[in-house]
């Protein structure tokens, strides 16, 4: 779910500002999956925006401090949401980890790098959820460490049913700044896009949902 509707469509405006978010309907940018698709979405850019970048910290917090999560430590994904991960830690005053997609071929082969102590109440930080899958097999690693995992935060989704059911099962609740169906409203409203690019988006969302 989101957050804040009016944080969801400030945070889609921002996204939209500085080209984390490109929408071309007519030139399709190609996923690394192979889909060709009218959005491509790199919300690392927001990191070089000082006062984008401390918007999107000090709503990730608000969300946290919104809901009962409580957490003893913030977590981040690999590689997106190490450095928001940090930024909400440092924030909080709470110890900061973070997980690899999968364990290091050398020294110690840590999945998990830093501290983390079972029982621990967690907060996982991601900056996109697709499908899901990359987001929660982080999940998956922390609680094979017997941490508590409270919910993840994340700056943007694309809404997928899949993605929706996959959090569901691994019963992780998820809170996003903003969506596909926000950004693409805020995309009409500022004329970045039009009616009926604004309708191939709409499809292009339904053929990803089937």
């Not at 690394?32 to 979405?41: E, L």
């Not at 913030?74 to 900061?96: D, Y």
């Not at 926000?182 to 009926?196: C, F, M």
């Amino acid at each position: 779910m989101i957050y804040n509707k009016d944080i969801a469509l400030q945070t889609a405006e921002l996204l939209l500002k500085i080209k984390a978010v490109k929408l071309s309907p007519k030139k399709l940018f190609t996923w690394a999956s192979g889909i060709k698709s009218p959005i491509y979405c790199d919300n690392r850019i927001t990191l070089s925006y000082p006062e984008i970048r401390t918007f999107i910290r000090q709503n990730f917090v608000r969300a946290i401090q919104d809901n009962p999560f409580e957490p003893e430590l913030i977590a981040g994904v690999a590689t997106g949401g190490i450095a928001q991960g940090a930024l909400v830690a440092q924030e909080l005053g709470l110890p900061f980890a973070y997980v690899r997609t999968g364990k290091k071929d050398h020294g110690l082969t840590n999945q998990i790098e830093g501290e983390v102590r079972a029982g621990q109440r967690v907060v996982v930080v991601e900056d996109l959820i697709s499908t899901g899958s990359s987001s929660l097999g982080a999940v998956t690693v922390l609680r094979e460490a017997d941490c508590s995992i409270k919910g993840m935060i994340a700056i943007f989704t694309y809404n997928l049913p899949k993605a929706e059911k996959a959090f569901k099962e691994a019963e992780c609740s998820l809170i996003t700044l903003t969506d596909y169906d926000h950004l693409i409203q805020k995309a009409l409203e500022i004329n970045y896009i039009s009616e009926d690019d604004l309708n191939i988006l709409k499809d292009f969302k339904k053929s990803l949902s089937k």
